[in-house]
């Protein structure tokens, strides 16, 4: 049913410096703007400048700035780690090179961190929305390893609340191993 996602959106603090930071930061240039002083899908009274920015590959990021309303925060009780955005780079080579580029611009870079099927890197905008640019690294049979174990992970989560250890290779170095 799903053809891809059209675009996911975010709320910003302010629309012109978030669509500079992220084409200065990540190469994701501006590619439209709209401005309304009502929502079109409600009718609401409500202006706002909505961004949307080239994430590659017809993915779309957009951002809504939303003068009117109180100030954004962030669901406090969710951690910071778990929200986030995470963008695809072709290689580990450009994963480095956006973490150098990421830190001489004054941004705190954590990772990379291998995840065994990909390595990523973590960082905050300036609107504090987490991202994640990712490399895969999954070696040959690593996707059906996962696919036969899926469910009866997901099945003991919902009995046990515990993480289950069918695939703890992702994170305890094992694949290496098992993988060759």
């Known amino acids: ?38 929502v079109p ?6 202006p706002y400048m909505h961004i949307f920015l080239d994430a590659g590959m017809g ?14 925060g962030r669901d406090e009780n969710t951690p910071t780690w778990t929200q986030h955005l995470a963008l695809e780079v072709d290689s580990m080579e450009t994963l ?12 705190d870079v954590i990772g990379p961190t291998d995840h065994a099927l990909f390595q990523s ?15 895969n690294t999954a ?9 036969e174990v899926k469910w009866d992970m997901l099945e003991e989560w919902s009995r046990t609340k515990r993480a289950p250890k069918h695939a703890a290779w992702l994170h305890d170095g094992s694949y290496k191993e098992m993988f060759k």
């Open 121 to 135: 890197i973590y960082f905050f905008d300036p609107n504090g929305h987490r991202l994640e640019l990712a490399v």
């Open 139 to 147: 070696l040959p049979g690593m996707d059906v390893a996962l696919d």
């Open 59 to 72: 993915n779309v990021l957009a951002f809504f700035e939303l003068p009117t309303q109180p100030e954004m």
């Open 96 to 107: 480095l090179a956006a973490k150098a580029r990421l830190q001489e611009n004054g941004i």
């Open 41 to 46: 899908s409600t009718g609401e009274p409500d």
């Open 1 to 38: 049913m799903i053809k891809k996602i059209h675009h996911v959106a975010y709320r910003c603090k302010d629309a012109y410096a978030t669509a500079k930071w992220y084409e200065k930061n990540l190469d994701m240039k501006l590619v439209l703007a709209i401005a309304e002083d009502r």
